[in-house]
DNA sequence: TTGATTTTAGAATGAACGTTCTATTTGTTG
DNA sequence: CAACAAATAGAACGTTCATTCTAAAATCAA
């Protein structure tokens, strides 16, 4: 990578995790270029230099979380096939406990928001989510090894996102009765004959 | 109510709506009060005369909205008791088929979104929370009489609002194997002994 | 009807915002 | 070093927006 290449992606880089930043606090909509460009440290000009407008870096913004998200996931794969099931939950049960995942969800939500008008966004997050449930459909199909794959696949992301809003609308909920839950839950759906044959 | 009070309350209600359909279409922060007054048939000035301002036009919608969805709860305080589980898991699939429900999704989001940012729509968004979850609590434990009601109240929580989330990063799912799963999951949740007892 | 009060319209205001433009600095290359 | 290209700053522009202000229309009371 030559200095000119490395010094190009060090100011996206900043740019990305300014806005970042700036949309978790005050929304993409109500975060101003003046206050973007302040905290990446340069000119709100010179950001045109990277990106065509703010919806561009908006598209960016939702695409960097939804990969970073969807990388989380593929990890999953190098787990071997007898401790995926444990893994996957104890997995489920650290992204309830890092507070870190809190910021994650603010910006989970503006991007859901964002999705419903702007064709663009969804597409992006349509095109993650595709990428999350195949994945876990394989994991739970061809590593683990159950049947009905894509139902428990299905049962385990409306337990993730159902958690995830159940969290900001009642943020002094008890954290610690929510992972037994998650626990019981994602073992319930990873062990056999669980699930009905009528699904 | 006086002639004054009835005019009153018709322009509120105007309002309201013309605000709840831009809010949807455009966001919060994007609906301008012209298009708002517009859509309410009368000047932007003149909303003026019934809102401090936009925030408070936000925060009515946000607690109509939630009132709304709260209201469908407490009905079922009206059901037999023998009849309150089933109707309570049709009530759950109906929610999922209702087109209109998508529109209140958008909404959600938008809500959700906001009350990170905006103490004030939290607070009512908690208030609306916490009295939904203390009427299902009191369904599910007095009335149908199952043990462990907070417990089962969560994990039905939990997969409302994860089944409304997952529709909105995925909508071309489908919406007959989601209604089998949540029928299922929702049986679950009402039947005795399927939740451990280490919760 | 007349006077008073409320309701309504619509233009005016001032701030904020996304974007563009111009100029300056920095870095690279022959 | 000189000349050119890329990077960067920051002011300027045009627009949009929430809010305010002024005045007109409508309603009501007596």
Redesign the interface.
């Known amino acids: 990578m030559t200095g000119a290449e490395k010094r190009r992606t060090a100011r996206i880089s900043q740019i990305l995790d300014a806005a970042a930043l700036c949309f978790?606090?005050?929304?993409f909509?109500?975060a101003g270029m003046a206050k973007i460009a302040a905290r990446a440290k340069m000119s709100p000009g010179h950001i045109y230099h990277y990106f065509e407008s703010k919806e561009a870096i908006i598209a960016a913004i939702v695409d960097r979380e939804s990969a970073k998200a969807a990388e989380r996931f593929a990890e999953l794969d190098a787990v071997d096939s007898n401790e995926l099931a444990s893994v996957m939950t104890e997995r489920a049960i650290q992204s309830i406990e890092e507070k870190t995942d809190i910021l994650q969800s603010?910006l989970n939500?503006?991007m859901?928001?964002?999705?419903?008008?702007n064709p663009e966004i969804?597409c992006i997050?349509?095109r993650h989510?595709?990428y999350i449930?195949d994945q876990l459909t394989h994991l739970i199909g061809n590593k683990i090894g159950l049947d009905l794959a894509?139902?428990r696949t299905?049962?385990m992301?409306?337990?993730?996102?159902?958690?995830?809003?159940?969290l900001?609308?009642?943020?002094?909920?008890d954290l610690s009765?929510?992972i037994?839950?998650m626990r019981?839950?994602m073992q319930s759906i990873l062990t056999p004959d669980t699930?009905?044959d009528?699904?």
């Open positions: 978790v606090e005050m929304g909509h109500r603010a939500m503006e859901l928001a964002e999705c419903q008008r969804a997050i349509q989510d595709k449930r894509e139902a299905d049962m992301m409306v337990q993730f996102s159902g958690l995830a809003n159940r900001l609308r009642n943020p002094d909920m009765s929510m037994a839950l019981q839950t699930i009905g009528h699904v």
